[in-house]
């Protein structure tokens, strides 16, 4: 039974808002009107208004907006392009990509390229760009180095900016594509509605400490919406989560992730997940075969997963229903073994360990670093050029997404256990498992002040966060 899904997180307004977006079918159809709402919508591409084919040259303004997450009301977004999610940036691996920004906001911003391999002063950070202030323009300018999906987000005021809705999406293809028969974008997201639809600005210890948790859960920013699988055709699917603090655990019935890439691209031994776990800020690709009878319906699901603090007891909630079309069956394309070779980046006893923490700290709930709140954590200073292993232990009783800019990392060893060779990727946002420690390398080749923090927002923004030097 489809509805025995539906059961209360702790808010009747997810049951009203999955209800309303179609996840009882036959309720929306007995309105008689198509409901739109049920269809899947993409974030829309942006205008490239230059002609060189290697040049991706586009507009973008953050500015307010209205938007309709739930049925008949409307909620006062913050947008960029007017739209939530923001627009997609479309490019190939190589392309100079130019955004010619403006803040309409009231307040001020920056624009982070999450995952951009990029020069220091295009990074966004408060540490390498002042501010773009209310009314102001700033032109970014960088060129895209590696194939991948990436995206782009505010990184001042984040913990509101992002939840409130300053995202959008990268897509940058590279010449050995994967072969699929169709492909979609799908941004998760969550956010925390009061009844009459506007945003519920509460602050509270458990929102603090878990990280926001939305009850209304968006796919494109949408309850519910319908993903359609031709039976036996591959799909594949670029995955971003943009949540403040949930962790989506995606579960889909009868079907199994091929996962084929992660955060930094493609990764050279595809692998396959029954449930695939995306944390805040981090980006999969899979493909899925559609398996089911034309017609059938399958609803694509968050599972619960424990990360800490009593989490890992919900029932799973539904995100999207996946329906199987009418063929034409089986386009003879198979699911890949293999994918593009990744420079292995040497390994080696760990040159500095970095120590994730949480506290009550004079009557505050505090996220640190080696014991400090950011700005009060020291910098790591390293050469330019070099490659820097690092243990990252979490001593805290969750699980902290950690994100490093401007560079990839590769994870070496879990608990001082290698992790297995064909587990290569690159990537720059990595679950930090509670009590635990995770050994990485980076090569850092870029000079510059480079952040690194956690990606539930209320911890960056409460202390856990650092800066990493590259020297010129
Ligand atoms: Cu997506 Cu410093 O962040
Ligand atoms: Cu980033
Ligand atoms: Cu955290």
Redesign the pocket.
């Known amino acids: 039974m489809r509805s025995s899904l539906l059961v209360p997180l702790s808010s009747a307004l997810l049951i009203l808002a999955a209800g309303c977006g179609g996840s009882d079918e036959k309720g929306s159809s007995s309105q008689g009107n198509t409901d739109p709402a049920d269809s899947w919508v993409e974030p829309a591409p942006a205008t490239d208004t230059n002609p060189d084919p290697t040049i991706v040259e586009v507009d973008l303004e953050a500015r307010e907006a209205e938007k309709s997450f739930l049925e008949g009301k409307t909620t006062a977004v913050l947008a960029y392009n007017g739209t939530v999610p923001g627009p997609l940036i479309e490019a190939n691996v190589g392309d100079t990509l130019i955004v010619h920004f403006k803040n309409s906001l009231p307040e001020e911003t920056t624009i982070h390229w999450h995952g951009i391999r990029l020069p220091n002063n295009m990074d966004g950070a408060p540490a390498v760009q002042q501010p773009i202030a209310a009314g102001d323009t700033f032109t970014y300018q960088f060129t895209l180095r590696d194939a991948g999906f990436y995206w782009f987000h505010p990184h001042v005021m984040e913990e509101e900016q992002i939840r409130k809705g300053l995202f959008g999406v990268i897509r940058v293809r590279g010449q050995d594509e994967p072969q699929a028969d169709d492909e979609k974008i799908v941004v998760l997201n969550d956010v925390l509605l009061k009844e009459d639809g506007s945003f519920d600005d509460e602050v509270d210890d458990d929102l603090i400490m878990l990280?926001r948790e939305g009850n209304v859960l968006l796919v494109n920013g949408r309850t519910m919406p319908t993903l359609e699988l031709e039976p036996g055709a591959l799909t594949r699917l670029r995955i971003v989560n943009v949540a403040n603090g949930r962790f989506f655990n995606l579960a889909l019935p009868g079907h199994t992730f091929r996962v084929i890439g992660t955060d930094g691209g493609l990764i050279p031994k595809p692998y396959d997940a029954e449930r695939l776990l995306v944390a805040p800020g981090e980006r999969y690709d899979v493909l899925l075969i559609g398996q089911g009878e034309p017609g059938e319906e399958i609803v694509l699901t968050n599972e619960a997963y424990a990360r800490g603090h009593d989490t890992g007891e919900a029932a799973p909630m539904p995100l999207a229903t996946v329906r199987i079309g009418a063929g034409p069956a089986l386009s003879g394309r198979t699911l890949p073994d293999s994918g593009p070779a990744i420079e292995r980046l040497p390994g080696g006893a760990a040159d500095t360990t970095i120590t994730?923490d949480e506290r009550f700290f004079q009557g505050e709930l505090k996220?640190l670093v080696d014991g400090n709140a950011y700005p009060d954590v020291p910098p790591i200073n390293v050469e330019n050029g070099s490659t820097h292993v690092f243990d990252l232990k979490n001593d805290a009783e969750?699980d902290?997404?950690f994100h490093l800019h401007g560079f990839f990392f590769q994870v070496l060893a879990r608990d001082g256990v290698a992790v297995a060779d064909d587990a290569l990727a690159n990537k720059d946002t990595l679950i930090l498992p509670q009590l635990s420690t995770t050994t990485v390398v980076a090569r850092f080749d870029e000079p510059g002040d480079w952040m690194y923090h956690?990606h539930?927002l209320e911890?960056a923004e409460r202390g856990?966060m650092g800066e990493i030097v590259v020297s010129p």
């Open positions: 990280g994730f996220f969750m902290h997404p956690c539930i911890h856990m």
